[in-house]
Structures are given as structure tokens and as C-alpha cells.
């Protein structure tokens, strides 16, 4: 072979080498602005309900209800119905949305910035409840369990750090976009 056929080779390989690079670059950021697409109905439904008065009351009688601790020992199942109805519906609002942080369906600093107050003072208030369900269940895994992941993982950001991160990701965006 010439010199001329490898120059041409050379260039040959490196216009491809770019055009796959180029054609990850893209397609990574399609799947990005794809994902974030797919989150947005989602999260606003999700947090229409976590706004809604009805939660929001349901959520304050359990932090009333259950603050003293009294009758953990017979955990959920031995509360009196109408507490258990609001542990069902706030609980399990929880347990979906740490679902779906669990699975990158969406982003657990969105999570975190909106929920991350209501969200460890409830499960610190049905936390001896929900251990002690599990063991009457007789399965350390059957109940709650991605909700306690989720708070576990909300105490050990900082409110600042996380904050400061969105507000970058929204001002960088801000700026490419001017």
C-alpha cells in the first residue's frame, strides 16, 4: 500500500471514529431528554395527591395519632380503622415514590427538595408500627421497606447540597438555552 491509500485510510477511520462518537453523544442525550419527558406526567401526578388537603390532613392526624408511640406493639394491623386508612394512603404514597427512585423512574433529588420534611417526620412516627408488623408478618421484608430505604437515604443528604446542585442543573440549562 501507498501512502496515499493509508492517508486516505487514516482519514477514513477517523471520520467514522467522530461520527460514532458523535451519533453516542446524541443518542444519549435524546434518551436523557426522552426520560425526562416520561417523568413529567408522572411527577405532577404523583404530587398532586401528596398536595391535596385530604393527604395532607391524613397525614397530620397520623403525626398526631401515632407520636406517643402507645400500641406499636400490635404494629399497623392493630390500629383502629380510620388511622389504619390514613397509613394505607400516606404510607403508601411513600412506598410508591420510593418505588420509583428505587428504579430511576425519577430522580431522588426531585424527591428529596419536595419531599424531604414531611417525608422522615412521617416515618419516624410509623416506623415502631411498621417494624412491628413485619415481624407479626413473620418477614422482615413484607412491609414498608422501600420507604424506609428512601428515608434512610433522605437523612443522610444535606438540604443545602442538594439544593445547590438543582439550582446549577437549572442555571446551566438557563444559560445554554440563551
Known sequence: MDTGTLLVNAATLLLSVTAIGVTLVLTRRQIRLMNNSNQLPLVLDLFKEWRSAEFIHGEERLWAFLASGEGAENGISGLPQHVRDDVYRVCGFYQMLAYLV??????EDLVFLATHYRLLRTWETVRPYAVTERRLR???Y???NFFEDLALLTRTKSSQDVYDRARRRAYRRARAAA
Open 102 to 107: 428505587a428504579f430511576r423512574v425519577v430522580e
Open 138 to 140: 413473620g418477614d422482615a
Open 142 to 144: 413484607s412491609y414498608l
